[in-house]
Structure formats: structure tokens, C-alpha cells
């Protein structure tokens, strides 16, 4: 015959000595964990931080929004926007100023323009820490992306993949791992809808008013419900820029309360409909 014995909570097993309040206290406190570990411990309503070094963007928004407050280093970061070749610059600009400023090397490869070196000088950037690989198929660009970021040579890779495959962004994100550089890779808006295993994603528009205007896909935090607009003129228009051109949107909005009939010119009028005058009745006898 078995026999089930149970104590209920808070009761002793017989000849077991009773806990004094100190000790049931000191058993029911926790243990502090070593500071590693607690970075490494990410509840999922609160921001991540970072458990690697990060480079700040140079824009206190954005980060405010990132975990660690900046780009993370040994981790990919993916800059999603409509055409190539526009707004990485002025995005990551400020982050390279500082790595340059460190002596460090800004490494891109498969740029689909050439870099402006009068407008890199505009950004405070020195071309002599400027690397530029030039690959043009999507092997090459590939390849050479992955031997760079193993070689962790680069103050930061800036790499230009659209046609990059699932698979090969997350052996490119192992890879990163080993790297201490921000990893930066460029891809289409349309990579929106597909899978990644970049740890941040961020979608970038270009605004009116020379702002560009973010939207945070991913990160190790809550969803980012709304955008950040980070004001960015290009570099050369700073100076020149009058009041009312860094602000076209006025302009904008006041040739419209103006109404649309005095913004069209006369040369256009009968192709948006309107009546020409009809000639004197006696020109239009004779010429029947």
C-alpha cells in the first residue's frame, strides 16, 4: 500500500528546525546578477539595450530610439528607401564624421552612383578615409561584403545588396556579429515585406521641407507606431538656402490658398478647358 505524505507551504517537515524570519528574508531576496548578463536580459515592452558598443547617428531622435543610442556595432543595420543613391549620405553622414574624426576607414561597396567628393567635403568628410570597391553584380557585391566585414577592418561598411536573399542576410548577420563596426546595408523599399535577420530596420523618405522622415521596421524594443523627421539640408545649401527655401511647404501651401486659376499660365489655359474667344460674327460670315 503507498502512502502520500505532503506538507502544505509554510509548514515543517517534522524535526526540521522552523526558519527564523532573517533566513526565509535573506532566501526569497534576489541575487544581483553581473552586469553582463542584466544587459543581456530584454523585456518585450521595454527598449532594448545594447550589449555592444554603438556609434551615435548625430541625431538626438533618432537616438533616442535605438537601442544602446546609436548604430550597433556587431549587428546589421538595414536603411530601406525608394531610389538608391539619395538619402544614405545625409543619413549616416553625421556617424562617419565621427568615425573619420577617429582616423577610421568608411568602406562602401557596390555604390550604384560614384561617390561626390565635393559634396563628401560639404558633409565634413575626408576622401583619404573614403574606400570605394566597385562590384556590380550581386556575387561580387556579396562576396565582397562578407570578406570585409570577417576582415573587421572598417571604421564602417556601407553596402548596397537589393537582391540580397534571406539566407545570405543571415549569414551576413553571423558574420557581423565577430565585427566592431557598424554593418550598414542598403536595400529597396520593397524588402519591407520580407523576412530579415537584421536585428534594426529602418524605412527612409525624403520630405518637402529637406527633413528626412523615418520609420523604425524593427528593432529590439516595442513597435515604433509613429515616424521621426530629422532635419537634413544637403551638404553645399546650408549657406544659401534663404529663409523661405528651407521651408518649400509654405510656399506650397500659399500658392494653393492662392487658388489654382492664378498659378496657371495663359499658355495653358485652353489645354485645361478653358473657353478662347470667339471671334466677331462678320469674320466668321466671311470666312464661311
Not at 506538507?7 to 535573506?26: H, I, K, L, Q, V
Not at 521596421?217 to 545649401?237: D, E, I, M, N, Q
Request: charged letters at 20%; hydrophobic letters at 40%; a positive charge.
Amino acid at each position: 500500500m503507498a502512502i502520500s505524505l505532503s506538507w502544505a507551504d509554510g509548514d515543517n517537515m517534522p524535526g526540521a528546525p522552523a526558519p527564523s524570519s532573517r533566513t526565509t528574508g535573506a532566501a526569497l531576496r534576489p541575487i544581483p546578477l553581473p552586469h553582463a548578463v542584466e544587459s543581456a536580459i530584454w523585456r518585450g515592452d521595454a527598449l532594448g539595450t545594447s550589449v555592444t558598443t554603438t556609434i551615435s547617428t548625430g541625431f538626438d531622435a533618432l537616438d533616442a530610439e535605438l537601442p544602446g543610442n546609436g548604430w550597433p556595432c556587431q549587428s546589421l543595420t538595414e536603411v530601406l528607401q525608394v531610389q538608391a543613391s539619395v538619402l544614405e549620405w545625409r543619413l549616416l553622414a553625421p556617424a562617419m564624421r565621427t568615425l573619420v574624426g577617429q582616423g577610421k576607414q568608411i568602406v562602401i561597396v557596390g555604390s550604384p552612383k560614384p561617390p561626390h567628393l565635393p559634396g563628401l567635403k560639404h558633409l565634413g568628410l575626408d576622401e583619404r578615409h573614403l574606400v570605394w570597391i566597385q562590384a556590380d553584380r550581386p556575387v561580387e557585391r556579396l562576396w565582397a561584403t562578407e570578406q570585409l566585414i570577417k576582415a573587421n577592418a572598417a571604421g564602417m561598411l556601407v553596402s548596397w545588396l537589393p537582391q540580397a536573399r534571406q539566407e545570405q542576410i543571415r549569414r551576413l548577420q553571423v558574420c557581423a556579429q565577430r565585427c566592431d563596426a557598424p554593418v550598414i546595408l542598403c536595400r529597396p523599399a520593397a524588402a519591407e515585406h520580407e523576412a530579415s535577420a537584421a536585428p534594426l530596420r529602418l524605412q527612409v523618405r525624403l520630405g518637402v521641407d529637406w527633413e528626412l522622415h523615418i520609420h523604425l521596421l524593427k528593432r529590439k524594443g516595442p513597435p515604433h507606431a509613429g515616424g521621426l523627421t530629422l532635419p537634413s539640408v544637403p551638404g553645399g545649401l546650408e549657406a544659401i538656402l534663404t529663409p523661405r527655401l528651407r521651408h518649400p511647404s509654405r510656399l506650397i501651401a500659399a500658392r494653393k490658398r492662392q487658388g489654382l486659376a492664378q498659378d496657371i499660365s495663359p499658355e495653358f489655359s485652353h489645354a485645361m478647358g478653358s473657353p478662347s474667344p470667339r471671334p466677331p460674327s462678320g469674320r466668321s460670315a466671311a470666312a464661311h
